[in-house]
């Protein structure tokens, strides 16, 4: 069912709250540029810092404005079931055919207590619903194995993707071979993606993208060109697209009174960021999270840079949907004033 890519939408920002009209504007964008979904509060989206009734129109809006276009998956996940429950009810009464489960983080269950508590718990209250968990043990700090995913999806058939971030390829090939070859692995990771799609044992059949908030029509593309057995078209455009793909976490070595220490902005500061660099609804990010160091900021600018240079059709959507000069809005350093911190 699931192939393609999937964009884990940015929650755009104002000082009011979430911009409901901006979000709009970033879902016709990826539904014109024609991706096989968006994913509603993921982390992407911010998740952990919107209230339940934020998410909950969020997703509500989300999958308003997609229509039949593409499918919305609703991020329902959370480190508490009732919680999830809850808002799995939501996204199901609001007509919302599948939903995004992270491994509860911090409290830390074991991978049985996550299949039995959690994901088949979830699963079996909303049958009509497609139930997707989401690994990401760099995150959540504890991991649905692949025999209790096996399970899960043997136990309820509407268990029948998962979102792969565990960056353990070897996982993956346990998961294809306990699950079979009718169950989805969806790459979580945009610079794994290619090899996901292009390892036989793996055979995943697309990604849940951070990168194609900025490059939703060449990220489908390449999808698109790998599930058709089109693999060196789909090598070059994952060439082109790397640069973007890097910045999902940007790491940089910062100097402080007490010496050097390393700084490391992850999802989706750089994305986001970017995003207000060109123009797009994006807006500020909700704290704890921040903004970027200047060192960050240029580490970003040189990504987009070199897209630009090298594949500047991948940006030009941009400029079309938008309405913006996106040479202009990457060298003139107008546009990221006060999108970083002058000093540490």
Known sequence: MFSGCYTAIVTPMTEKGVDYDGL????????????????????????????????????????????????????????????????????????????????????????????????????????????????IPGRTGTKLLPEDLAIAYSNCPNVCAVKEATEDLENMKLTRKYCGDDFDILSGDDGKTLAMMTE????????????????????????????????EEGKKLAAALQPLFSIITVKTTEQTPYGAVMCKARNPLATKTLMNILGMPSGAFRPPLGKMTKQGIQVVLNAAREVHKNNPEILEPIESFFGVNVEERLYDDKFCRGLYYEEY
């Open 24 to 135: 709009a504007r970033l879902v016709e964008f990826q539904a014109a540029s024609g991706v096989s979904g968006v994913l509603a509060v993921g982390t992407t989206g911010e998740s952990p810092t919107l209230n339940w009734d934020e998410h909950d129109k969020v997703i509500e809006k989300v999958h308003k404005c997609t229509g039949d276009r593409c499918i919305t998956i609703g991020g329902t996940g959370s480190n508490a079931t009732l919680e999830t429950l809850r808002g799995t009810r939501h996204a199901a009464e609001c007509g919302v055919e599948a939903v995004l489960l992270v491994d509860p983080y911090y409290n830390g269950p074991s991978s049985l207590e996550i299949r039995r508590e959690y994901v088949e718990l979830v699963a079996r209250t909303f049958p009509e619903v497609k139930v997707i968990p989401y690994v």
């Open 200 to 231: 036989p044992a793996i055979k995943a059949s697309g990604v849940i993208s951070v990168a194609s908030n900025i490059a939703p029509k060449a990220v489908q593309q390449m999808t698109e060109h790998l599930n058709n057995g089109e693999i």
